[in-house]
């Protein structure tokens, strides 16, 4: 099957890997223009565009895709039989979007119509679901409302976090897609039942921002939602401190605390008072401009003490 394919992030990789490896024609990549990154600002490809030159693949980057009335042009040429989405990072006009044969197909990590939008593995970690998943549906102009084809249930393991769930549901959707591609004139779409619909907005920076009255089970969960982007994040003594990995614990002291108060340190972490009367253990964090480290030895070097409060 003749293939163009729409990505931008590493996530994207597998579902390319995948592609060649069952012998699909990938005629095309589109993924996003370059971009400054880093203290010097240089300018950075995609992954998806550094996977289309190692694998001598035609990449298109157009800045803004509804606008560039080219991109159509250039597919209509190629002719495709199908245009495969993950993560691209922009809404795909219609004019595009029923140019193949089988039209255009988009892989979301959720399970529709549950966490429609930019974030859904972040937001369903911050709800404290146990179960997610992947789903492939047809793409029409509405954000993740087409009819599904395929989906594939997921188990979110104890303590898992953004980053780590989501490059697992990308190898199992990377598979499923595969397998729906492969069975594509078989499979009856269903349409999605919209009275079930959830939504997951994209995360903005300060969403990060721990507020210690809340209950532990909260900010862990605001923790691990919010790993590796854009982090949570707390402040001591004037310092913003990236919180990377931490848990909901019972300690073995009764607790009457400040939020946000240190009340243990050891080579464990850092025990904190939260809202409720409840504790949470920082086992690793990453103050301004340095590297992640363990909350022990932050301490050590900052010269906590017990009583010190984050706020």
Request: charged share 25%; net charge positive.
């Amino acid at each position: 099957m003749k293939i163009v394919f729409f990505g931008s992030p590493a996530l994207a990789i597998p579902y390319l890997k995948k592609i060649l490896e069952a012998n699909h024609n990938l005629a095309l990549i589109i993924t996003q223009p370059d971009k400054p990154s880093g203290r010097g600002r240089k300018l950075t490809s995609p992954p998806v565009k550094k996977f289309a030159v190692d694998h001598k693949i035609p990449c298109y980057q157009p800045p803004k895709i509804r606008k560039d009335p080219e991109a159509a042009k250039i597919i209509e040429k190629i002719k495709p039989d199908l245009i495969v989405v993950v993560a691209y990072g922009q809404l795909i006009p219609s004019s595009i979007i029923y140019i193949p044969y089988y039209g255009s197909i988009n892989v979301h990590f959720s399970l529709l119509p549950k966490y429609r939008g930019a974030s859904p593995v972040s937001w369903a970690l911050l709800n404290g679901e146990k179960k997610t998943g992947v789903t492939i549906f047809k793409l029409n102009e509405k954000m993740d409302e087409g009819d599904i084809l395929s989906q594939k249930e997921v188990s979110i393991y104890p303590q898992e976090r953004t980053g780590e769930l989501e490059e697992r549901l990308a190898e199992i959707g990377a598979n499923l897609l595969v397998e729906t591609i492969s069975k594509i004139d078989e499979i009856k779409p269903l349409p999605q039942n919209h009275a079930q619909a959830t939504y997951a907005p994209r995360l903005k920076k300060e969403d990060g921002r721990i507020n210690w009255k809340k209950n532990s089970l909260q900010i862990e969960r605001q923790v691990r939602a919010f790993y590796p982007w854009p982090s949570a994040f707390t402040f001591l003594q004037g310092q913003r401190l990236k919180i990377i990995k931490g848990r909901a614990f019972q300690p073995k002291i009764a607790l009457n605390l400040s939020p946000g108060e240190i009340f243990s340190i050891n080579k464990e972490g850092l025990g904190v008072g939260c809202g409720q009367q409840t504790a949470f253990l920082m086992e690793e964090l990453q103050p301004e401009n340095k590297k992640p480290m363990t909350a022990y030895a932050f301490s050590l070097g900052a010269k906590l003490k017990l009583g010190d409060c984050f706020n």
